[in-house]
């Protein structure tokens, strides 16, 4: 049978790939909707996490490392995690089982309701959380029932379900690659650089995953300073920000406030907020607080509940965030740097600073990061899997730097690094973590990471 929207799931056979967060929540809806649910995931101890759950807890229903549909499958419903070349995604595709991602079933869900919640959709390499954690806090200073949602840990198909009427979506480019057919309210694409190009094979492919959130949206929010986000944007009618003065239709930044000419005044133009109602600081959050705000006002969202909104907000962690200072020297946790370009914000907007960098680079280089950040270095440290290829790199653009090289695989490795850092750093000197790269070859996540360094920085008083 063919699956196309909600009513075509009563009695379809539902493959879900993946038990984890999405997996599950799409797993529940989908036996809740009355279709035939199996499970499959690599890890038996994810499938047994799904007991319980009525139409999904029973024999052949939850399946480890399955590499085919079974025969009968009408659908595949697949979790991020899922790579397009994986065995049980090209299995689909030859036998010519459709695949959608949880975004998509999400997206149908909503159409099914009486009255479909608007979605307005945040995508980009770096900046996502930040922007729908400030689009958030905006919304509901407006009053509106709104709520972050997407690869913040809060499907959006939960998210959907429970009623609210404006959703804040980040989506990661897995998700879209899965999910390419949306049609929000509104949508950014906050910015490219190379990331995860192991994933997607390469740089086109994965700006062209962040690209689709523009095809159907109502309107296109622009990066005007983003060469990709105007790029994919295309002939897509919208507005744009910058953080440099607006032309008509932007809105952008005057005299250290956030002025918008594009829903407001045209003219002289209407004032959002001061830059000092932006946290965490710093030149690309001004971005994305002008991305927020354009995107609540996409939805009527008043001036005062701009300003109001991102003062409320409260930065995640792991962002830039100071966790000890020893020896009138201070230590900054930005373990969310997971690639260069967001390792490049975060040593740009600093001076004399000992880099502690490495882990997974997922097929991305370092050579112009550290071109650019070079003279704001006094040191590095590296650990993780990628060390020597950063390693490599700092000797070819920055030949002069000190630099150790932690070849520890565990917890313990952090200890070492932060000890060799304050070995490198001098009184006024910062030592930074950012990484550049991800986190899952030493750490659980990115934000493990930060938690150990910053345990490890508190060690630093009590030797």
């Known amino acids: 049978m063919k699956v196309r929207c909600v009513a075509d799931l009563a009695g379809a056979r539902v493959l879900v790939a993946g038990a984890r967060i999405t997996g599950a929540s799409a797993a529940r809806v989908l036996a809740e909707l009355g279709a035939e649910v199996m499970v499959t995931d690599s890890s038996p101890t994810q499938l047994q996490a799904l007991a319980g ?29 899922f790579r397009p070349d994986a065995p049980l995604m090209v299995a689909a595709q030859r036998t010519g089982v459709p695949v959608i991602g949880d975004v998509t079933l999400a997206h149908w869900v909503n159409c099914a309701q009486l009255e479909p919640a608007q979605w307005l959709v945040v995508t980009g390499t770096n900046g996502k959380t930040t922007t729908v954690g400030m689009l958030e806090s905006i919304l509901r200073a ?31 480019s897995f998700q879209l690659h899965w999910s390419p057919q949306l049609n929000p309210r509104a949508a950014t694409v906050l910015n490219v650089s190379a990331d995860h190009l192991d994933w997607h094979g390469g740089l086109a492919e994965y700006a062209a995953a962040k690209g689709c959130v523009y095809a159907r949206a109502t309107t296109a929010v622009v990066n005007a300073d983003d060469e990709w986000s105007t790029r994919l944007a295309g002939e897509h009618g919208g507005v744009a920000f910058t953080t440099s003065e607006p032309a008509a239709g932007q809105l952008g930044v005057i005299g250290g406030q956030l002025v918008d000419r594009a829903f407001g005044d045209a003219g002289g133009g209407t004032v959002l907020a001061h830059i000092t109602d932006v946290r965490p600081t710093g030149r690309h959050n001004l971005a994305n607080a002008l991305a927020a705000a354009a995107l609540g006002r996409c939805v009527g969202v008043t001036t005062p509940a701009v300003a109001y909104g991102l003062r409320a907000f ?11 200072e020893h020896a009138g ?71 002069n730097l000190p630099v150790r090289v932690v070849d520890l695989g565990d917890d313990g490795a952090m200890t070492e690094v932060v000890a060799a850092a304050a070995e490198l750093a001098r009184p006024g000197d910062v030592v930074l973590l950012a990484p550049a790269a991800a986190s899952m070859d030493m750490f ?4 493990h990471r930060g938690r150990v360094f910053a345990a490890a920085v508190a060690a630093l008083d009590v030797r």
């Open 329 to 399: 020297v201070c230590y900054l946790d930005d373990s969310k740097a997971t690639n260069p370009h967001a390792a490049r914000a975060s040593l740009l907007a600093r001076h004399r600073v000992v880099w502690v960098a490495g882990g997974l680079l997922k097929g991305v280089e370092v050579d112009d990061l550290i071109t650019e950040a070079r003279d704001r270095l006094v040191g590095a440290v590296l650990l993780g899997a990628d060390r020597a290829v950063i390693a490599a790199a700092l000797a070819r653009h920055a030949p």
């Open 444 to 447: 659980t996540d990115y934000a």
């Open 314 to 324: 409260t930065p995640g962690g792991h962002r830039g965030v100071p966790v000890g």
């Open 142 to 172: 407006a009053g509106v029932d709104a709520v972050a949602c997407g690869n913040i840990g809060f499907p959006v198909l939960d998210a959907v379900r429970a009623g609210h009427r404006v959703l804040a979506v980040e989506l990661s």
């Open 53 to 81: 759950i009525p139409g999904v807890d029973g024999a052949g229903r939850r399946l480890a490392g399955l590499v085919a549909p079974p025969p009968g499958t009408d659908l595949v419903v697949a979790s991020p995690g």
